[in-house]
């Protein structure tokens, strides 16, 4: 009886909440092409229509929002790529030191830190350096990016440490004790096999930074307006189709790439249980 | 020799990500704090230095608890900040009882189609967190795609006012935040090993008994790594309520930032963020535990 | 002086020398000592087992020697050379792991090659010596497998191969077979045996199997709480066990308390409260008379008689309370009269015979006064 019960709870919730989730999504993506300018009165005799998006191109404000967005998204994927490594690694591989807690805490601490908090204190921190050294000389690209490595970072290194957790300390001893140096073990042995980990990471921290709106409205100078900026500036004065076709175009993107990956993902999966059953006669 | 080059090596490891972490995201919080005790000023920046100096000398030190004085006695962020701890941990339970089905459904499903499930949770995860705040405005607006479908099939005869409601808050805080709640748990759930149900049940546990007294307390990890992923930085959230949220309550985010940016008081501004990171430093601890043994467990 | 150089260019080492010397090495990890004051010598081309139970510091000694982990207290010499500054790749030492390690994004060829590649050598010779020892460790044609697509008796040969194809001075196997099935682990143990006899080096091999042990080992060091207990020929461990842990650890014994009444230079007689006649043991024994003592006998040392035999010593009534039939032999379980219970084995030796003693038959035990040992630790 309660077994029938759960068999039907489940699947139901389920069931609402993906409906949840993309239902919103699915909705914009219809409006973006509807020619009525009152977002929410589908005009079907003009309808579907591309104009939001031609609009959208001839738009100079989120074009150069976009163009500078996309570029810190660049630079702090790469910079949190490789910080993000490192830090993993650490995690990962380095056992106990000296600093082990308090390394911890400041690589896992930005993964949940309310982002006012962090955009607050960073901007702080840029305006004390600016008086002290001179240095960042005021707000744009650069202290964008060091905002969004420092807490996209905590991202690459969560992944590639459990990307790494699953595979055996014993692989890079065993490269040692085969006559490897330390830099040799990680180029040839620890770097291919974290691979995958780095590559994600990336991604994501890509995303992040070109997600970010609440830490850019802090660390941002006047004319460093980021493709959130703007769209939170439009949205907040009330919904305009022009976005709606904006963010059609971002979901579609993300969408496409997710599919590819989990696409490849498979045939990678699949290549690899036929190559399990061919192990598994040769006793 | 080979041992000195080791340890420097091991060195630079790990003091390139520490030293950014010490100066990018620890020491802003010292000069947070520093800020909080000083004055509001009319300059750039504008606040009035703690120290004074004079001939390589301290001459003064001006610190300014009033600050803080001022967050105690204005009802304003006192409520502000009650309400934001109240819609956190409202939005974390209702995080957790959708979130929980969502888990356990996917973690039981075949391998194939879990996959599949699982990529669907974690595409919202991936597109534009403010656009997916924004679609909710386009369906909860008084002439929006909700009231519009009411409306025509003759529900109501007057718009509902959605927008602008905690409704809405709860709405946005939960559709944003759902896939931190899922995940975790998922993790979790995934990892539980299915002939512990088969055991319960061979004991005589109906399918209830066995998830209330094998699934539910195996996953109590799953579900507080989710719970202060949901609640910690909602308690900080700047942009759903702005966008969906009342105009006659404002959450301490909003606060922070109209301190900072409409009112220019960043000493006031720094204060609000010193004590919102008091109140979160016991769930941010608790978290890095759980991290902590998660990895080590590993 | 890389690996290669070491096995080709030492001259036959004199008998002083050993291959292995561990001086009086401790090794703590913060209140734990993992392993303690342990001093032992490996000889040349020698099969040397450490056998113990899990966290006896097996593991953490091989580690040591291979230099991943650095001892607290002591020094390791290999070939008199001490290791204390020497990284783990630099030494003349090969270690073959027990998840066997094998590079999951490499081709049993590059995997075996790896190490080769260390030592800066022409391509063509590296090609040559990975052909040679894949071939010997009969593995041609899976030279572009990757590991995954190979069974685990195939991984387990492309370790070995990896591990000896630089030559080591020494090789390190940590549980070399525990990953196997119990059919292909016996035929793997001829096999390895083989290989080193072919290749002559030299093999420490930590187990916690004692049977993987007596087929190895030439010799078999048995530790226990971090310390080494006895260092013997497996024959001696197993005969003449030292200590107490020792004779209880290998094979199964009855082991008795009892109290030295006779003590001379080549005989002790030993009082067991628990056996109804006194326990004659044909060997001294070094303790004060009167001294606690135990007494161990094998279980397939005592035979079983329908009939009492004529002897005064190493005797005792009882009845058969359980048999179990294991094929090639059979346990028989023993009660006596004071309660205690006895293991006696008696091999099958014909087809066709029935138990010859049933549960319930009472009996008699005997076993010869070269039978049992006696010992104080």
């Not at chain 1, 810190?72 to 910079?79: F, K």
């Not at chain 1, 189709?241 to 993902?265: C, E, F, H």
């Not at chain 2, 997916?132 to 009411?150: D, E, K, Q, S, T």
């Not at chain 2, 993790?187 to 061979?202: F, I, P, R, S």
Request: aromatic content about 8%; charged content about 15%; proline content about 5%.
């Amino acid at each position: 009886m309660s077994h029938a019960r759960r068999s039907v709870l489940v699947p139901s919730v389920m069931a609402f909440g993906f409906a949840f989730l993309y239902v919103p999504i699915l909705a914009m993506i219809g409006y973006s092409f509807n020619n009525s300018r009152l977002v929410t009165v589908w005009d079907s005799a003009n309808s579907p229509t591309l104009k939001w998006y031609s609009a959208l191109w001839r738009n100079q404000q989120v074009l150069d929002a976009a163009w500078l967005s996309f570029r810190i998204a660049l630079l702090n994927a790469t910079g949190a790529a490789i910080l993000g490594t490192l830090a993993g690694l650490v995690l990962a591989r380095f056992g106990r030191f000296r600093g082990r807690t308090l390394f911890t805490a400041l690589t896992t601490a930005p993964l949940v830190m309310p982002e006012v908090i962090t955009g607050l204190s960073l901007l702080l921190l840029f305006v004390a350096m600016e008086q002290t050294i001179g240095w960042p000389a005021g707000r744009g690209v650069t202290t964008l990016t060091i905002a969004h490595i420092t807490f996209s970072l905590s991202y690459v290194a969560v992944i590639v440490q459990s990307r790494l957790a699953g595979f055996d300390l014993s692989l890079e001893e065993a490269a040692m004790d085969l006559g490897a140096r330390p830099v040799t073990v990680f180029l040839r042995i620890t770097l291919p096999l974290i691979a995958p980990a780095i590559v994600s990471g990336w991604l994501l921290a890509f995303t992040l930074s070109w997600d970010d709106l609440v830490i850019s409205q802090f660390v941002a100078g006047p004319g460093s307006s980021t493709l959130p900026m703007v769209i939170f500036s439009k949205v907040r004065l009330g919904v305009t189709p022009d976005i709606n076709a904006l963010a059609t175009l971002m979901v579609l993107t993300v969408a496409v790439g997710v599919v590819i990956a989990t696409v490849l993902l498979r045939r990678q999966e699949r290549r690899r249980e036929r190559d399990l059953r061919l192990a598994a006669g040769a006793d | 020799m080979a041992a000195r080059g080791l340890r420097l090596g091991r060195l630079l490891v790990i003091g390139v990500p520490m030293g950014w972490l010490l100066l990018f995201f620890l020491a802003p919080f010292l000069i947070d704090f520093k800020i909080s005790l000083s004055e509001v000023r009319l300059a750039i920046p504008p606040y009035a230095p703690l120290l004074e100096w004079a001939d390589g000398k301290l001459v003064a030190l001006h610190l300014h608890l009033t600050n803080y004085r001022y967050l105690f006695t204005d009802s304003l962020y006192v409520s502000a900040y009650g309400y934001s701890l109240k819609v956190a941990a409202v939005s974390t339970v209702l995080c957790l009882l959708l979130g929980y089905p969502m888990a356990l459904g996917i973690a039981r499903a075949e391998p194939a189609r879990r996959n599949l499930l699982l990529m669907l949770v974690i595409l919202p995860f991936w597109t534009s967190f403010l656009l997916r705040v924004y679609a909710w405005m386009g369906l909860l607006r008084n002439n929006g795609l909700i009231n519009n479908l009411l409306l025509w099939a003759g529900v109501i005869d007057t718009p509902i006012q959605m927008m602008q409601t905690d409704f809405a808050v709860y709405l946005g805080i939960v559709y944003s935040y759902l896939p931190f709640m899922i995940l975790p748990l998922y993790t979790n759930l995934e990892k539980h090993d299915g002939t512990l149900l088969e055991a319960a049940a061979d004991l005589g546990a109906k399918p209830l008994a066995a998830f209330l007294r094998v699934t539910l307390p195996l996953s109590v990890p799953g579900i507080l790594a989710g719970a202060l992923l949901v609640f910690i930085p909602v308690v900080g959230e700047y942009v759903i309520p702005t966008l969906l949220g009342r105009p006659d309550q404002l959450m301490i985010g909003r606060v922070l930032s109209d301190e900072f940016f409409a009112n220019r008081d960043w000493p006031v501004a720094s204060a609000v963020a010193m004590l919102m990171l008091l109140l979160l430093v016991a769930p941010i601890v608790a978290f890095q535990r759980l991290q902590n043994n998660a990895s080590e467990a590993r | 002086m890389t690996a290669a150089d070491n096995g080709a260019a030492i001259a036959p080492l004199s008998a002083a020398q050993p291959c292995v010397r561990i001086e009086g090495v401790t090794k703590r990890f913060g209140e734990f000592t993992a392993v303690d004051d342990v001093s032992l010598d490996i000889q040349e081309g020698e099969i040397f087992c450490l056998l113990g139970g899990s966290g006896c510091g097996k593991t953490t000694l091989l580690r040591m020697l291979a230099g991943f982990e650095q001892p607290t207290a002591g020094r390791i010499l290999i070939d008199g050379q001490d290791m204390a500054d020497i990284a783990p790749y630099e030494r003349p030492v090969n270690m073959m792991f027990q998840s066997y390690a094998l590079f999951p994004h490499m081709t049993v060829q590059a995997n075996v090659a790896f190490g080769l590649e260390q030592e800066k050598l022409p391509k063509t010779q590296i090609a040559q010596r990975v052909e040679a020892m894949l071939s010997l460790v009969r593995l041609d044609g899976m030279a572009q497998r990757k590991p995954h697509q190979l069974s685990g008796g195939q991984r387990q040969r492309v370790a070995l191969a990896r591990s000896l194809v630089k030559r080591p001075r020494l090789l390190l196997l940590d549980e070399p077979l525990g990953a196997l099935d119990r059919k292909l682990r016996e035929h793997t143990q001829f096999e390895l045996l083989g290989l080193q006899k072919q290749l002559g080096v030299t093999f420490v091999v930590v187990t916690h199997d004692q049977e993987e042990a007596m087929t190895l080992a030439n010799r078999i060091g048995v530790m226990d709480r971090g310390r080494i207990v006895q260092v013997g020929s497996p024959r001696d461990i197993y005969e003449y066990p030292s200590t107490r842990f020792v004779a209880d650890f290998i094979g199964s014994v009855n082991l008795f308390e009892g109290r030295l009444t006779e003590d001379e230079a080549d005989y002790v007689r030993v009082a067991c409260p628990e056996l109804p006649a006194p326990v004659l043991v044909d060997h001294g024994v070094s303790a004060a008379p009167e001294a606690t003592v135990w007494v161990a006998i094998r279980p397939e040392k005592i035979q079983l008689l329908r009939e009492r035999p004529e002897a005064a010593d190493n005797l005792a009534q009882g009845t058969v309370r359980d048999v179990a039939y294991m094929g090639d032999m059979s346990i028989y379980l023993v009660v006596l009269p004071g309660g205690r219970e006895l293991r006696v084995t008696r091999a099958n030796l014909q087809r066709k015979e029935e138990e010859v003693f049933q549960s319930g038959d009472a009996v008699w035990l005997v076993w010869d006064a070269a039978s049992p040992v006696v010992g104080t630790g």
